[in-house]
């Protein structure tokens, strides 16, 4: 039987200084959780509370700056196509690589491109991923970390059908792993792997060579799946 990993755990101070905040300032997100969505305390140390440093981290990497809250987009036809820097200026970020970001550390936040462009040469080929600014507009409108409203109910993209007995040494993504695995979406896949319950998928089997995005064998995805795994399914 595989044992799970024990979760790395972090007081305010510590979460404060990794995400420029004061510790006063991490409690009263704590504080705001019914409204904010901020995780749970998963301990104590004497006075202190102590939170799970992963699903802390999650959720600031899937709650957008008070000023992207705050900011309006420019108009532009529905139906322009952006790359990825532009859609991060488009969006309000200032950084020009955050929508980068978000397509290669957080699998299923942020929308697949409408037009993937296959460009370069047959030795030096590379991909410019576009998206619409009709896409990009209703991710604004629906995109985690927003808060949670009275009525209001999101619900994740469907999983593919990901068939058990194709071909074993095929490379699989973060998506199809989810589906082969169980899971209701890709992002509770994501949040079990950073928590390590996913102990045989923690190194990927490859990357891809554009994003460096992981990738595991069907072969390790369904041993995985044969492994006891307790809360890894939710």
């Known amino acids: 039987m595989t044992s799970r990993r024990e979760p790395r755990l972090a007081d305010a101070a510590e979460i404060a200084a990794e995400q420029g905040l004061t510790p006063a300032r991490i409690s009263g997100l704590y504080n705001d959780r019914a409204e904010n969505g901020f995780p749970e305390i998963a301990d104590m140390r004497g006075r202190a509370r102590l939170w799970d440093h992963a699903k802390v981290s999650e959720w600031f990497a899937n709650r957008p700056p008070a000023r992207l809250r705050e900011h309006t987009p420019p108009a532009r036809d529905p139906q322009d196509l952006l790359n990825a820097a532009e859609a991060s200026r488009f969006l309000g970020y200032k950084n020009p690589n955050q929508v980068t970001t978000f397509v290669r550390d957080h699998p299923g936040y942020f929308p697949d491109p409408d037009v993937v462009e296959e460009l370069g040469t047959a030795e030096n080929p590379y991909r410019r991923q576009l998206w619409r600014?009709?896409?990009?507009?209703?991710?604004?409108?629906?995109?985690?970390?927003?808060?949670?409203?009275?009525?209001?109910?999101?619900?994740?993209?469907?999983?593919?059908?990901?068939?058990?007995?194709?071909?074993?040494?095929?490379?699989?993504?973060?998506?199809?792993?989810?589906?082969?695995?169980?899971?209701?979406?890709?992002?509770?896949?994501?949040?079990?792997?950073?928590?390590?319950?996913?102990?045989?998928?923690?190194?990927?089997?490859?990357?891809?060579?554009?994003?460096?995005?992981?990738?595991?064998?069907?072969?390790?995805?369904?041993?995985?799946?044969?492994?006891?795994?307790?809360?890894?399914?939710?």
Do not use: C, Y
């Open 133 to 234: 600014v009709q896409t990009l507009l209703d991710w604004m409108a629906t995109r985690p970390g927003r808060g949670k409203h009275a009525g209001a109910k999101r619900t994740a993209p469907a999983l593919p059908d990901v068939p058990v007995d194709g071909d074993p040494d095929e490379l699989l993504g973060a998506t199809q792993a989810a589906a082969l695995l169980g899971f209701k979406s890709v992002n509770s896949f994501s949040s079990s792997l950073s928590q390590g319950n996913l102990p045989l998928l923690e190194t990927p089997d490859a990357l891809t060579e554009k994003g460096g995005r992981r990738r595991w064998t069907r072969r390790r995805i369904l041993e995985q799946a044969a492994q006891p795994r307790g809360r890894n399914r939710r």
